[in-house]
């Protein structure tokens, strides 16, 4: 099943989300085939439970968006655990859609996180997917990339989507 993309201004967006404590239920492996289908469906290359409307620490990357099955990767309760360097580029959102942005990251990043079956896993990302490690772990704290770019470039982002929402455009 396909949902909907929550976007910037739903609150969901801008909780903590909750750890997860059970797994390899049948109601979280739906979850995580949803939560595949519905960032495939969008073209991105990783989402986070809360855009889907759901305060979860759950979050799916594949920075090859679906060329690739073996680069699906699944993150519950992840953690950041080492950052190395520094890297600029780019930035997006799917619950900022048409919005782009420069945002300095990390460029080497390491992550403690669980799988589906509850596995502990630790793996090392650089560049894009060292981007994507960051940005779906801040969805589940409640943060999104805008929060790393300067207060007058956020301001001005916000003062558009206000407009976006008075025509009913953002919703
Ligand atoms: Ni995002």
Redo the contacts with the bound molecule.
């Keep these: 099943m396909v949902y909907p993309i929550v976007k910037y201004g739903q609150p969901v967006l801008e909780s903590q989300a909750e750890t997860i404590t059970e797994f390899d239920t049948p109601e979280l492996n739906k979850l995580l085939d949803d939560m595949f289908e519905s960032m495939y469906a969008a073209r991105g290359v990783?989402l986070?439970a809360p855009?889907i409307g759901i305060g979860k620490r759950i979050a799916v990357i594949d920075i090859t968006s679906g060329e690739d099955e073996s680069q699906k990767l699944v993150l519950i309760n992840p953690e950041i655990i080492k950052t190395e360097g520094s890297q600029t580029g780019e930035e997006g959102?799917?619950?900022l859609p048409t919005f782009r942005e420069t945002v300095t990251r990390p460029k080497k990043v390491t992550i403690r996180a669980q799988d589906g079956k509850g596995k502990v896993y630790e793996m090392t990302g650089e560049d894009l997917l060292a981007r994507a490690f960051l940005?779906e772990t801040d969805?589940l704290h409640g943060k999104?990339?805008i929060n790393h770019i300067s207060p007058l470039k956020r301001d001005l982002i916000r003062r558009k989507i206000r407009k976006l929402q008075k025509a009913n455009e953002w919703q």
């Design positions: 990783g986070a855009q959102c799917l619950s940005h969805h999104l990339y």
